[in-house]
């Protein structure tokens, strides 16, 4: 169990002011009376000393953090206001001791975890919202290791108020043991709800309000089934934030910061993207106008394409590793550049650990990214938020499965990676995921503010801008909708229940598998996100789909396989599944190609349309037999081998997870 010290650095002390009396002075003497001397002026008595008005309190940063932590644990320091004044940014540094990483820097709280014994010494300087500067040091023993079986918990971090959070136990076994239980525990701060429903991981959500920097401690105390007992304790420190304003853009935001330092808009990336105070109402707004932040197509300039650097002095984040990871993929996998050009309708690029679902916003013009797909190390990965998207509840009311994975030479292209495994995930595996997640975020600012579409007025925000098109239906979403409608009926109800939450019905909670496959096969949508439709609105999530879908095959050679199943339960593999409909590579279809024609002329005319007729052939899977048994379904392109069947029973029911939970695309 780890001990905690409270570190306190005090102001200087103040020195009062003297004061001083002023002296009068003798006149000469007049002639003596009676030989006596003349009586010379009464005395001026001297003033009552007045008070010196006590200073107000100078107000410093504290730290909270572990006093001692044994080798091969995860230890934690939280920097604190405790008064009016609160953190506006932070940098953490180690002064002396065991080398260690500070994956959170430039975050209030910080985890260190090292092997080796010393003393550790960190030092936090903090920039206070009165715009006074504040530093304070702790320092952090790192002991012998424990003997035997041990757990450790990760990570410590910190977040604001109204937010959903998670940390994980990590259980180091001895030879022959295994976990028996973990049970968590609230052991100081502000009481939460802690979710255990997986023994291995604590969710909860962050106090809705303070008025001080504070910190939560939890523990997770492991027994293992030969009866050893070990227990670790987790900080997570809260940061406020103001109110949330009516008609606001966010109900909470996180603490980000812009990745290159000193860019031409770093000062106002943050205020014009990523704040709880922009609001949008009738009567007024505090979005930025175009001129204070305008969209990157003017780095670049008219029809230009921006360059790396123009891009990154236009990303902000929560940690600086996922504006590293990003730069590196865009170096790396952007060789026809369509991810710049497509970035270039955007203000802001903000990367997120606790952001989830990814999303583009119309109302500043940025994308918010999630940090999981961001993530290439273990240590990464413990600062990604493992609260799932609130979307995979919407359908366990209905009866069946949509089930969707990346196909690539009959074998699974992207494969799951099981969150209790501490894996390095390859920089090449980003286009799977980040790359997926790009087109589609970027098909929505492209739809928003196509090529044709980003010469903006300056003295407008950017909703200013595009919401006269947004309302006259003249974006190329409305353009899509009006050439070639979605019809199903059916589809459109049942999108309403699986993507915006909506109560189903009773006729919905009995459709089977067969009859939403006859359903969605009988209609135009590449897949059924596309019917994600907001109130009296076209659908946005069509076109996004449809230039996903596309991109990731034309230049990835990635197919797409959708299908319904029987209900999956947490537990079952890929050949428990048993597909009713399902097929590969549905963009082919000839009743979908002029769709995505349209979407290419529209948002990424650099690219001939007449591509989209040489896209591999549509391929149907026969009915009634399982998901797995449905992954082989033409013989190896370019004479590849057919994929062998290599999953550990776990990986195949993390694989089932996985491909249940791909259906939930990102808005």
């Given amino acids: 169990m780890k001990q905690f010290i409270q570190v306190v650095r005090q102001p200087a002390a103040l020195t009062l002011a003297v004061l001083l009396a002023a002296c009068g002075g003798g006149g000469g003497g007049g002639a003596p009376v009676n030989g006596s001397p003349a009586p010379g002026p009464a005395p001026i008595p001297a003033p009552a000393p007045v008070p010196a008005p006590t200073p107000a309190p100078v107000c410093e940063i504290t730290i909270s953090a572990d006093a001692t932590v044994a080798s091969g644990k995860t230890a934690g320091a939280a920097a604190l206001s405790a008064c009016t004044p609160y953190i506006t940014s932070i940098a953490w540094a180690q002064v002396s001791g065991p080398s260690v990483t500070l994956q959170a820097a430039r975050s209030p709280t910080v985890a260190i975890e090292t092997s080796t014994a010393g003393v550790i010494r960190l030092r936090a300087d903090a920039t206070l919202s009165d715009g006074r500067t504040s530093s304070a040091t702790t320092d952090i023993t790192v002991a012998a290791p424990v003997s035997g079986s041990f757990v450790t918990v990760r990570a410590d971090h910190s977040l604001r108020v109204g937010t959903d959070t998670s940390v994980r136990a990590w259980p180091t076994l001895a030879s022959g043991e295994a976990v028996s239980k973990i049970v968590w525990s609230q052991v100081s701060g502000t009481p939460v709800k802690m979710n255990t429903d997986d023994q291995d991981v604590m969710i909860f959500t962050t106090p809705a309000t303070a008025s001080v920097d504070s910190t939560l401690v939890f523990r997770a105390t492991m027994t293992t089934t030969s009866g050893k007992v070990?227990?670790?304790?987790?900080?997570?420190?809260?940061?406020?934030?103001?109110?949330?304003?009516?008609?606001?853009?966010?109900?909470?935001?996180?603490?980000?910061?812009?990745?290159?330092?000193?860019?031409?808009?770093?000062?106002?990336?943050?205020?014009?993207?990523?704040?709880?105070?922009?609001?949008?109402?009738?009567?007024?707004?505090?979005?930025?106008?175009?001129?204070?932040?305008?969209?990157?197509?003017?780095?670049a300039g008219s029809g230009g394409v921006p360059s790396v650097a123009q891009v990154m002095a236009r990303v902000i984040v929560s940690h600086d590793f996922l504006g590293a990871n990003f730069e590196k993929f865009l170096n790396s996998q952007d060789a026809k550049g369509d991810f710049r050009r497509m970035l270039a309708a955007t203000s802001t690029i903000v990367i997120g650990s606790h952001v989830r679902p990814s999303f583009y916003q119309p109302a500043t013009g940025a994308i918010y990214l999630d940090a999981n797909y961001l993530w290439l190390t273990p240590e990464q990965r413990d600062v990604v938020t493992e609260v799932p998207d609130y979307r995979l509840a919407y359908d366990d009311q209905l009866n069946f499965t949509s089930l969707g994975r990346l196909v690539k030479n009959n074998d699974y292209a992207r494969r799951s990676y099981p969150a209790g495994e501490r894996v390095t995930r390859p920089e090449s595996d980003l286009i799977l995921g980040l790359g997926r997640l790009l087109y589609h975020e970027l098909a929505h600012a492209g739809d928003y503010f196509a090529p044709s579409s980003r010469n903006l007025n300056t003295t407008l925000s950017i909703y200013g801008n595009v919401e006269p098109r947004a309302a006259a239906k003249s974006l190329p979403s409305d353009d899509l909708a009006t050439a070639y409608p979605l019809l199903s009926s059916q589809m459109k109800g049942l999108g309403q229940v699986m993507f915006l939450g909506v109560t189903p019905t009773a006729v919905q909670k009995a459709y089977t598998a067969a009859e939403v496959g006859n359903f969605f096969s009988s209609d135009v949508a590449s897949d059924e996100y596309a019917y994600s439709i907001n109130d009296n609105a076209n659908s946005r999530e069509d076109l996004a789909m449809l230039f996903e879908e596309f991109m990731m095959s034309y230049r990835h050679g990635i197919q797409y396989d959708i299908a319904y199943s029987n209900l999956f339960k947490d537990g079952m593999t890929s050949d428990q599944l048993i597909v009713a409909w399902g097929q590969r590579g549905r963009i082919a279809l000839p009743s979908i190609k002029p769709r995505i024609k349209l979407v290419i002329i529209k948002v990424a005319p650099w690219i001939?349309?007449?591509?989209?007729?040489?896209?591999?052939?549509?391929?149907?899977?026969?009915?009634?037999?399982?998901?797995?048994?449905?992954?082989?379904?033409?013989?190896?392109?370019?004479g590849a081998p057919q994929p062998a069947s290599f999953f550990s029973m776990s990986e195949k029911r993390s694989q089932a997870r996985f491909d249940v939970a791909e259906r939930r695309h990102a808005h």
């Fill in 230 to 299: 070990d227990s670790d304790d987790v900080i997570v420190s809260i940061d406020r934030q103001a109110a949330t304003p009516n008609g606001y853009i966010f109900k909470n935001t996180a603490r980000v910061h812009p990745y290159v330092v000193g860019g031409a808009y770093a000062n106002v990336l943050a205020r014009c993207s990523y704040d709880v105070g922009l609001y949008s109402l009738d009567t007024g707004t505090t979005l930025c106008k175009a001129g204070t932040l305008p969209l990157l197509q003017s780095d």
């Fill in 608 to 638: 001939d349309p007449a591509v989209v007729d040489t896209l591999p052939a549509t391929i149907q899977m026969p009915a009634n037999r399982s998901w797995e048994a449905n992954l082989a379904l033409s013989g190896p392109v370019n």
